[in-house]
């Protein structure tokens, strides 16, 4: 079985931790969009999801490893003092964390491809950890798109709610 990585946020993580046995929402563009006026999947056009059903995701986070602490640490854990009371300083990107340091591991258990501006409260809550009731659907959608905006707009394709992209959305349970 493959191992694929995915870098979770601070919210993500606190609501992996908090809520076992519970089941996550991932929301991930994908790099080759359809042409202008073709839906996914029509023919002609075949894209592969980047997480099939049954994959086992390692999720990365912030991370440090220094010599003064002597083991890995996570920023999501809170500030690391060093015994001296200096504050570390030495966070590193998810994107560099190595396989031995993830602590949590996930499997696809649902795997779909939808326009960013279809998912629903229901779906957005469970990205979320959020109890869902229909009547905060909209303020569901207005933290969504913010926390889209905020995580995507600074990649490499810089993709925004307003560009309304192709996204895999995937459901992870722990395992």
Not at 18 to 43: A, H, R
Not at 104 to 124: F, P, S
Request: hydrophobic share 35%; net charge positive.
């Amino acid at each position: 079985m493959n191992n694929y990585y995915y870098n979770l946020d601070a919210q993500q993580i606190d609501y992996w931790k908090l809520n076992p046995g519970k089941s996550m929402v991932i929301v991930i563009p994908l790099p080759e969009q359809p042409p202008v006026g073709q839906k996914y999947g029509e023919t002609g056009l075949s894209m592969t999801l980047l997480y099939p059903l049954n994959t086992r995701m390692g999720l990365r986070e912030t991370w440090t490893e220094s010599e003064r602490v002597g083991h890995y640490s996570y920023k999501t854990d809170g500030d690391i003092y060093y015994p001296d009371g200096e504050l570390c300083k030495c966070w590193r990107s998810a994107q560099s964390m190595p396989v031995e340091a993830i602590r949590y591991w996930g499997i696809v258990t649902g795997a779909g491809v939808d326009k960013v501006q279809n998912m629903t409260g229901l779906e957005i809550s469970h990205m979320f950890g959020i109890n869902y009731l229909s009547m905060i659907d909209n303020l569901l959608k207005i933290i969504f798109k913010n926390w889209f905006n905020n995580r995507y707009s600074k990649t490499k394709k810089k993709w925004t709610w307003e560009d309304n992209p192709y996204c895999q959305i995937a459901v992870l349970r722990k395992g």
